[in-house]
Antibody
């Protein structure tokens, strides 16, 4: 059973870059899973940020594409999220997720516990 | 504004049946993309409830069922229980622009 754990700063300054990492255990990041980031602003719904395959192939939410980079580190069995030029509207719980689906829409079989990131000076 | 539209809230008494709708358009559900459903209990991580329109992962009670028709999908819960009180989200794929996974805005289920 794949387990995911997010880590990173809980506070980011406006205009800065949000950086999070998702550690994968119980399986290899080189397995046939797509690895995703999803966020949830306080009291609001879910928003897909983007995904990566172990080959490095990525797909991003068009509304965030200009600010997002998702990368994979096979040696550490983890993947990462960078979101630049953040504002208060980027304040959210950030989840990492895993999907074994080949086709879209990919359902998320496994989720991390989520990490709260607040954008504030 | 979510690409997929869900009612903000629904309610029902224990034992009753409730349905939650998820309305999309020709670029997502209407384009034959599947719909998935998640349950998020208060303060917890979303849990996959239904995948591929009407399939339940192992461990999900058969009180939960999904359907899809045209540009909409529905989640039905029968024999409502207090433990079903949660937020429910639908998910599909939208092929506008470069394509994106999309979620509904979520529906809060209250068990009366």
């Amino acid at each position: 059973q794949v387990q995911l754990q997010e880590s990173g700063p809980g506070l980011v300054k406006p205009s800065g870059t949000l950086s999070l990492t998702c550690a994968v255990s119980g399986g290899s990041i080189s397995s046939s899973n797509w690895w995703s980031w999803v966020r949830q602003p306080p009291g609001k719904g879910l928003e897909w940020i983007g995904e990566i395959y172990h080959s490095g192939s990525t797909n991003y939410n068009p509304s965030l594409m200009s600010r997002v980079t998702i990368s994979v580190d096979k040696s550490k069995n983890q993947f990462s999220l960078k979101l630049s030029s953040v504002t208060a509207t980027d304040t959210a719980v950030y989840f990492c997720g895993a999907s074994g689906s080949y086709y879209h829409p990919r359902h998320f079989d496994f989720w991390g516990q989520g990490t709260m990131v607040t954008v504030s000076s | 504004q979510s690409v997929l539209t869900q009612p903000p809230s629904v309610s029902g008494a224990p034992g009753q049946r409730v349905t939650i709708s998820c309305t999309g358009s020709g670029s997502n559900i209407g384009a034959s993309f599947d719909v998935h459903w998640y349950q998020q209990l208060p303060g917890t991580v979303p849990k996959l409830l239904i995948y591929g329109n009407n399939n339940r992962p192992s461990g999900v009670p058969d009180r939960f069922s999904g359907s899809k028709s045209g540009t909409s999908a529905s989640l039905a819960i029968t024999g409502l229980q207090a433990e079903d009180e949660a937020d429910y989200y639908c998910q599909s794929y939208d092929n506008n622009l470069s394509g994106s996974e999309v979620f509904g805005g979520g529906t809060q289920l209250t068990v009366l």
